[in-house]
């Protein structure tokens, strides 16, 4: 016989095989030896009452061969000899729409303006320790893009946009552990993420498809509304008649580009802010009610939202156990985002922590037209940096202190490896968000327990969070709503926001260019 259950445990006893097919049993009303096995469908925690639960659903076999769960084949063939399709940048968007492309019969020219994985990772250090970034190869640009050295969490709300399950399963195809098939909130960790996308290069190199590094789109060529060439950094000019533009929310010379072509974008409203760090240890106390974390449990996280004078304010890709990254693309600019490795080990908890802004914000400083929003950003980030004395060191103040409108006299240790510099955030944000997000803390301090505290750290300035500019595609063909074969693509583009989702809208791009060919 095969059941499905439900059963909440305590996390020690979810981590203990012999207890589980105890409980399994009793749940399931038969003798231990019974339970010849089982699958997990889906692990949670359930942190709501005093004692954390780990809730398994499971599929459970009773006095019957377990059978396995069904292979996935990822559909991979030579494409070698087949119709080429450019794909600018290689993020999750670009990836997954190469893989896409190779299952459907066509072969994909990959164009990537930074460096392959290993080579990014001395700009990285560069960064880290010199404050000194690459504007080709950084956190943000490189393969992988922004998604190679992030956090990794899967966690996704687009499900009804694409195939979530089909994603996840070619991440555990080219390495991620099979867990991700079934945490409630599946998380890679920056640590494994580059050798799960170099297996990712190389597969699509195996069957044909090209990855050229350092080739950074420099023009598009049009014959009328039809797309006919593009012109690269590698001083080459490549025919073709589809291009997939994945280049993500930081390429603002691709926004520029567009632009001074006459092919449309739209300003779009983002959101930004800081990043907040705590002790990881006073996370946990707030949210599983004790003093000291069950080993069993992971580190905890949050989400916290808000709406304070009228505009939205709200944490954002919270990191466990995480560090605060610098994620800048350009010199004299200062931006932060998180990551935390697998195990999510380190003594702090940060969160990006971030307010609304739209075209009305961006006028109140001047900035008009559709890269409006993009000018605002930028101009927020160089306030950080030179608030921040430069370096990258950025500027920081205690929680209380903020609200307390108090210049912070010390800072706590902090995990932003280029390193902080006390400052008032009100004078690096504008004005309406730090008025905002002054507001916000303080009720977030209210719904959880720890959080209002001068142990916490804002950090200036989270203000990628996605991109401040749409390109516009027709909902159907998902081609550009001017120009015939260019398909605007992701998070750059305004159509997706995170890892899973970037992925889901790459392999969107490719079905609907291939139903264009038929
Ligand atoms: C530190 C950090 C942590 C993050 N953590 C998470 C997380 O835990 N979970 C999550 O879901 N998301 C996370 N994100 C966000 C996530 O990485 C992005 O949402 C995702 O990568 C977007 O995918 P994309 O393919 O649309 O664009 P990108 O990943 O931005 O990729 C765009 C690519 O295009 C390339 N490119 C740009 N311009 C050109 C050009 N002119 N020519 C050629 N190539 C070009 C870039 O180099 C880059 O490789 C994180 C981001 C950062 C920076």
Known sequence: MIKTLSIAVLPSVAADEPGLLRIIAEEAGVKKNAVTGYHIIKRSIDARGRQPKVILQLQVFINEKVQDLPPFDPELQDVRHAKPVVVVGAGPAGIFAALRLISLGLKPIILERGKD???????????????????????????????????????????????????????????????????????????????????????????????????????????????????????????????????????????????????????KPFALGVRIEHPQALIDQSQYHCTVRDPFLPPASYSVVAQEYGRGVFSFCMCPGGIIAPAATNPGEVVVNGWSPSKRNNPYANSGTVVAVDEADYAKYGFKGPLAGMYYQQMVERQAFETGGGRLVAPAQRMGDFVGGKLSQTLPDCSYLPGIHSAAIKDVLPEEVARALKQAVVDF????????????????TESRTSSPVRIPRDKDTLEHTQIKGLYPCAEGAGYAGGIVSAAIDGERCVEALVNSLT
Do not use: W
Request: with cysteine; charged share 25%.
């Open 117 to 267: 994985v290993r080579s990014r990772r001395r700009d990285l250090a560069a960064i880290n320790k010199e404050g000194v970034v690459n504007p080709e190869s950084n956190y943000c640009f490189g393969e992988g893009g922004a998604g190679t050295y992030s956090d990794g969490k899967l966690y996704t709300r687009s499900t009804k946009r694409g195939n979530v399950r089909r994603i996840l399963q070619l991440f555990v195809h080219f390495g991620a552990e099979p867990s991700i098939l079934y945490d409630a909130h599946p998380h890679i960790g920056t640590n494994k993420l580059p050798q799960i996308i170099t297996a990712m290069r190389e597969q699509i190199i195996a069957c044909g498809g090209e990855v050229l590094f350092e080739h950074k789109l420099t023009d598009i060529l049009l014959n009328g509304d039809q797309i006919t060439r593009v012109n690269t950094s590698a001083g080459t000019t490549i025919a073709c008649d589809k291009l997939i533009l994945a280049t993500g929310h930081s390429a603002r010379d691709i926004f520029e580009l567009l632009h001074e072509k006459g092919i449309e974008v739209e300003s």
């Open 445 to 460: 301090g209210k719904k959880m327990k720890g959080y209002f505290t001068n142990e916490a750290v804002l950090v200036a």
